[in-house]
């Protein structure tokens, strides 16, 4: 089975080494074992573990999320239900920003619509973000 190095396992999964060693201080990666000349050295299940927590860290999963799917992938004989809700909240946390960011644009489009240019003094942008109570939707 290969091993790799810390440089090399960062390079396979595009994690920092400073990352990965963070990882491992906080549980989430097993501490590997060392070469006689001190290199910590890991194998391909090392490797798949970090790649799963790069991907889970992509998609926006916090790091406790995380610690709970690892343990769940480690008991593939136990129900897929806490995975679902842990989704499931990811996902809600996911469409409350998108919801959050379609009400920031109308409001960015309401505050340039019909106003591109003139005197700062007739700015409607500028008048907006001085008046909360002038923007149409809360932030």
Known sequence: MREYSIGELSRATGVKVPTIRYYEDIGLMNAPPRSEGGQRRYSGTARDR?????????????????????DLAEHPDRPCADADRIAGARLAEVDARIARLTRLKRELERMLDGHRSGKVA??????????????????
């Open 122 to 139: 007739d700015c409607r942008i500028i008048e907006v973000l001085g008046d909360h109570a002038k923007c149409a939707s809360d932030h």
């Open 50 to 70: 970090l790649g799963f927590i790069a991907h889970a860290r992509e998609m926006g999963f916090p790091l406790e999320a995380i610690r709970s799917l690892i």
